[in-house]
């Protein structure tokens, strides 16, 4: 019983340093792992698997803890990384970029274990905890490279095929037959997340060369890139052939799980061919002594001085950094804006047809269906619904970002994009635009929109993304989505998108600039 209570009492006290560095930390870094976890509980996305990861690395964590019996002492060379990792989160706040702040949450990690265990016994524990790296959201940066890819990758495979088609970015046109969107959930990034992942896991049970380690990492990638290109070429394909009719184009998750799990055949026979291995034998044979735990080399006393700065440094952050003070607002305001008049009468409603953009969290919104009074003049009824919408961001923090996969521009279970065209603004500015059909109605809707970033134009999600760091250097903070939409039964779309956006950009770019331009 002495040496039980012994025993535990040497645990605790070796426990201590860790766990009152961690919780320092974790309130420093709250926010972050929040929206971290929030992204794990949607489960139609790319960081579903979130959960069951973290499992893993607890499991893969407390077995190497067991296996290597730590010793805990205080190595101040790593406080350096440790501090770089800290002042690149820091960074990240003070620049609005939610990205860098998510990215530097496992090095900091990381980053307490070697502080306080050193290169000799941290080096066990890089593998359980860096496993999380492939549940933080910051891989969606990988998606629209994914994504051109997979059409490249389905450009050549049609071409083989005796299909007439056209590419148009991410769009596959099949002529007479319908259009594909290669969108965001079609990227295969899921496929690679969890590729890479069961690689990783794989090799640190049962492979102990870094090389083997290497080459199934390598293949878990190859192995899910082509799982999704299959998929999203059998989708096409079929959907040639049945003349858009096949099942496939609805359930093409499930579909592409399927395929996915085929390609872990292949994966997992080469991982044995790897764990048998003549060099993966001798490596099980030799360093009989890397087991051994690494001495403690610094002593009691300085053990509680790293601790203490373990847990001042992040506290000391927490309250130097800006982002206590970015609240959320549970209602946006109204952007003060007024486009009825003489030409444009208002319908009462904030939709278009059913159809409206899932944006999240603005701080200043304008919403508004108009009719035109000209064509009501010249035809009998209301031939055409029209929409402008404004969505704004007086700064951008973490949860209310212009860019964030929340922020869509329709819901794809309902509309299908059918074509991609630009629309011209005035003063050289260009929009996207885009066609919808109704899934089950198959009325059609037209859309152009753009964002606005601190004064610059962008269309391109990634750009807009990066455009916001210049509100570090300038005065200006702001972002907003500008929405225009047409429903007009068999018009040109296009052409009543310009004459719409000719008619009102003028007036709504005047109003976002008086309201935010200093």
């Given at each position: 019983?002495?040496?039980?209570?012994?025993?535990?009492?040497?645990?605790?006290?070796?426990?201590?340093?860790?766990?009152?560095?961690?919780?320092?930390?974790?309130?420093?870094?709250?926010?972050?792992?929040?929206?971290?976890?929030?992204?794990?509980?949607?489960?139609?996305?790319?960081?579903?698997?979130?959960?069951?990861?973290?499992?893993?690395?607890?499991?893969?964590?407390?077995?190497?803890?067991?296996?290597?019996?730590?010793?805990?002492?205080?190595?101040?060379?790593?406080?350096?990384?440790?501090?770089?990792?800290?002042?690149?989160?820091?960074?990240?706040?003070?620049?609005?970029?939610?990205?860098?702040?998510?990215?530097?949450?496992?090095?900091?990690?990381?980053?307490?274990?070697?502080?306080?265990?050193?290169?000799?016994?941290?080096?066990?524990?890089?593998?359980?905890?860096?496993?999380?790296?492939?549940?933080?959201?910051?891989?969606?940066?990988?998606?629209?490279?994914?994504?051109?890819?997979?059409?490249?990758?389905?450009?050549?495979?049609?071409?083989?095929?005796?299909?007439?088609?056209?590419?148009?970015?991410?769009?596959?046109?099949?002529?007479?037959?319908?259009?594909?969107?290669?969108?965001?959930?079609?990227?295969?990034?899921?496929?690679?997340?969890?590729?890479?992942?069961?690689?990783?896991?794989?090799?640190?049970?049962?492979?102990?060369?870094?090389?083997?380690?290497?080459?199934?990492?390598?293949?878990?990638?190859?192995?899910?890139?082509?799982?999704?290109?299959?998929?999203?070429?059998?989708?096409?394909?079929?959907?040639?052939?049945?003349?858009?009719?096949?099942?496939?184009?609805?359930?093409?998750?499930?579909?592409?799980?399927?395929v996915f799990a085929a390609t872990l055949v292949p994966l997992f026979l080469i991982g044995r061919m790897l764990e048998t291995s003549a060099g993966e034998q001798m490596g099980a044979l030799g360093n009989p002594g890397g087991d051994q735990p690494a001495p403690d080399q610094s002593g009691r006393p300085r053990t509680v001085v790293g601790t203490v700065l373990m847990v001042v440094l992040p506290l000391l952050f927490w309250v130097l950094l800006p982002s206590a003070e970015r609240k959320i607002s549970s209602e946006p305001a109204q952007l003060d804006l007024r486009l009825d008049g003489e030409?444009?009468?208002?319908?009462?409603?904030?939709?278009?047809?059913?159809?409206?953009?899932?944006?999240?969290?603005?701080?200043?919104?304008?919403?508004?269906?108009?009719?035109?009074?000209?064509?009501?003049?010249?035809?009998?009824?209301?031939?055409?619904?029209?929409?402008?919408?404004?969505?704004?961001?007086?700064?951008?923090?973490?949860?209310?970002?212009?860019?964030?996969?929340?922020?869509?521009?329709?819901?794809?279970?309902?509309?299908?994009?059918?074509?991609?065209?630009?629309?011209?603004?005035?003063?050289?500015?260009?929009?996207?635009?885009?066609?919808?059909?109704?899934?089950?109605?198959?009325?059609?809707?037209?859309?152009?929109?753009?964002?606005?970033?601190?004064?610059?134009?962008?269309?391109?999600?990634?750009?807009?993304?990066?455009?916001?760091?210049?509100?570090?250097?300038?005065?200006?903070?702001?972002?907003?989505?500008?929405?225009?939409?047409?429903?007009?039964?068999?018009?040109?779309?296009?052409?009543?998108?310009?004459?719409?956006?000719?008619?009102?950009?003028?007036?709504?770019?005047?109003?976002?600039?008086?309201?935010?331009?200093?």
């Amino acid at each position: 019983m002495p040496n039980e209570r012994t025993q535990s009492i040497h645990v605790l006290r070796n426990t201590i340093p860790f766990a009152l560095s961690l919780l320092a930390l974790g309130w420093l870094i709250f926010p972050t792992v929040q929206g971290i976890v929030s992204r794990w509980f949607k489960f139609d996305e790319s960081y579903s698997h979130g959960l069951l990861l973290l499992a893993v690395s607890l499991f893969l964590t407390v077995r190497t803890c067991l296996r290597y019996r730590v010793q805990p002492g205080f190595y101040p060379l790593w406080l350096i990384p440790f501090l770089l990792a800290l002042i690149g989160y820091g960074l990240g706040d003070i620049l609005r970029i939610q990205a860098v702040q998510q990215i530097v949450v496992v090095p900091l990690l990381l980053g307490v274990l070697a502080v306080f265990m050193g290169w000799r016994q941290v080096r066990h524990f890089i593998v359980p905890v860096g496993l999380l790296i492939f549940t933080v959201p910051v891989w969606d940066f990988l998606s629209w490279t994914l994504q051109v890819i997979t059409v490249e990758i389905n450009r050549v495979l049609l071409g083989l095929m005796d299909i007439e088609f056209r590419v148009e970015g991410v769009f596959v046109y099949l002529i007479g037959v319908g259009t594909f969107e290669v969108a965001h959930g079609c990227s295969g990034l899921r496929y690679l997340l969890v590729g890479q992942s069961l690689s990783v896991i794989y090799g640190e049970l049962n492979l102990r060369r870094l090389r083997s380690r290497i080459i199934m990492f390598c293949c878990g990638v190859l192995f899910a890139l082509i799982a999704n290109w299959i998929r999203v070429f059998v989708i096409i394909y079929m959907g040639y052939e049945t003349n858009m009719q096949t099942s496939l184009i609805d359930d093409h998750d499930n579909f592409g799980w399927w395929v996915f799990a085929a390609t872990l055949v292949p994966l997992f026979l080469i991982g044995r061919m790897l764990e048998t291995s003549a060099g993966e034998q001798m490596g099980a044979l030799g360093n009989p002594g890397g087991d051994q735990p690494a001495p403690d080399q610094s002593g009691r006393p300085r053990t509680v001085v790293g601790t203490v700065l373990m847990v001042v440094l992040p506290l000391l952050f927490w309250v130097l950094l800006p982002s206590a003070e970015r609240k959320i607002s549970s209602e946006p305001a109204q952007l003060d804006l007024r486009l009825d008049g003489e030409r444009f009468g208002p319908l009462f409603s904030n939709s278009l047809e059913g159809w409206r953009p899932q944006v999240r969290n603005p701080d200043r919104v304008y919403v508004q269906t108009l009719f035109d009074r000209q064509r009501i003049k010249r035809e009998q009824g209301l031939p055409e619904q029209l929409l402008v919408s404004v969505y704004s961001y007086d700064y951008q923090r973490h949860s209310a970002e212009l860019i964030q996969y929340s922020n869509r521009l329709y819901d794809r279970d309902r509309w299908h994009p059918e074509d991609v065209f630009s629309v011209a603004a005035p003063g050289s500015v260009s929009l996207r635009g885009v066609t919808l059909r109704d899934r089950v109605s198959g009325e059609r809707l037209h859309l152009a929109y753009s964002y606005y970033v601190e004064g610059i134009w962008e269309t391109d999600d990634l750009k807009a993304k990066l455009t916001q760091i210049r509100g570090f250097i300038q005065p200006r903070e702001d972002a907003s989505w500008i929405i225009y939409g047409v429903a007009c039964g068999d018009c040109n779309g296009s052409e009543r998108l310009e004459e719409l956006v000719s008619s009102t950009f003028g007036k709504v770019v005047e109003r976002i600039n008086q309201h935010y331009a200093p």
